[in-house]
């Protein structure tokens, strides 16, 4: 599902606030698995995360600054995945 630029952008400054980039992926056919879908890229080019939709990176962003804010923080540690939902990380 495409979302609205304005929630688009919303979401990728909240990731700028946290040292990391919100990438798209590259799918251009509306019935492709991860059309409309973004990962979070760390400053290393190292992915994040998989491929999510966009409330799920803002879900996962929200929960990490909460996290931060209460313990010292490590490694970011990737939520347990949905129902139904696989990882498709690529190198």
């Known amino acids: 599902m495409?979302?609205?630029?304005?929630a688009e952008?919303?979401?990728?400054?909240?990731?700028?606030?946290?040292?990391?980039?919100?990438?798209?992926?590259?799918?251009?056919?509306r019935q492709a698995e991860n059309y409309g879908?973004?990962?979070l890229i760390d400053a290393n080019d190292q992915p994040v995360t998989p491929f999510w939709p966009l409330d799920r990176v803002e879900e996962f962003l929200t929960n990490l600054r909460r996290?931060?804010?209460?313990?010292p923080i490590g490694q970011i540690?990737?939520?347990?995945l949905r129902q139904g939902e696989e990882i498709a990380v690529t190198p």
């Open 9 to 29: 952008d919303r979401v990728r400054q909240l990731a700028m606030s946290r040292n990391l980039r919100m990438r798209g992926a590259h799918r251009r056919v």
């Open 37 to 39: 879908h973004f990962r």
């Open 67 to 71: 996290k931060r804010q209460g313990e």
């Open 2 to 6: 495409p979302w609205p630029r304005a």
């Open 77 to 80: 540690e990737i939520p347990p």
